[in-house]
């Protein structure tokens, strides 16, 4: 009881904590729709899932030994969050919108844009990685591990997906649309920004 309180507990915390996942799912619901919010969402937990695979694999324990790795990965995850977000900083004033509205973004585009974002973040690598290997126990079930893995998954998609809920509201969204191009700057800043950190962090180790 005590280690599935420990798996809920940081997952909840690790899961609202800011980061790429967050400025994405806000950026996609906020300028695009409450639908690409939602898929993009769906998309962070299948990437959760990645994560939590190679974890149950024991290719956790190699990433995490393996300083070589771990920095290949966060530098593939560096250059992908850079270059959405010089995407975005470079969108000009209405470039990409017509009679008021942002060019949409079909379903496979915002959950492959979900999938990449969780997929190539380190920060879930570190999280469930650590979570894995810190909580759960090696004699643990592998039926309960594959369902605390699930229940990850899961809690990223629920809580991204009131995430997108709440941008998406109309009063939220009307007021907020005619700054879209400022917007998009924005949150092409703070992926840019992600990025950075993350390949300095890199060459730091």
């Known amino acids: 009881m005590t280690e599935l309180l420990a798996v809920i507990t940081i997952t909840i915390l690790a899961v609202i904590s800011p980061g790429p996942d967050f400025a994405m799912v806000s950026r996609n619901s906020l300028m695009l729709s409450r639908r690409a919010g939602v898929f ?8 959760v899932l ?3 695979s190679y974890t149950l694999l024991g290719l956790g324990l190699l990433i995490q030994q393996s300083l070589l790795l771990f920095n290949a990965i966060k530098l593939a995850g ?10 975005m900083v470079r969108t ?26 969780n997929a190539l973040n380190p920060k879930t ?3 469930v990685v650590s979570l894995f290997m810190q909580l759960v ?6 039926a309960v591990q594959i369902g605390y893995g699930l229940f990850i998954a899961i809690t990223h998609i629920i809580w991204f997906s009131l995430v997108a809920l709440c941008f998406s509201i109309g009063k ?4 907020l649309i005619n700054m879209r191009h400022w917007i998009d700057r924005t ?11 993350l390949a300095a962090a890199s060459r730091m180790r």
């Open 40 to 47: 993009t969402a769906m998309g962070i937990g299948l990437g």
């Open 92 to 117: 000009k004033s209405g470039s990409a919108v017509t009679d008021n509205r942002v060019a949409a973004l079909s379903d496979l585009a915002a959950l492959r844009i979900g999938f990449l974002t």
């Open 78 to 87: 560096a250059v992908y969050l850079i270059w959405l977000g010089l995407k």
């Open 125 to 127: 690598t570190i999280f």
């Open 172 to 175: 939220v969204r009307e007021r």
């Open 137 to 142: 126990k090696p004699e643990i079930p592998l």
């Open 187 to 197: 949150f092409g800043a703070l992926l840019m920004m992600f990025g950075a950190l």
């Open 50 to 52: 990645i994560h939590i």
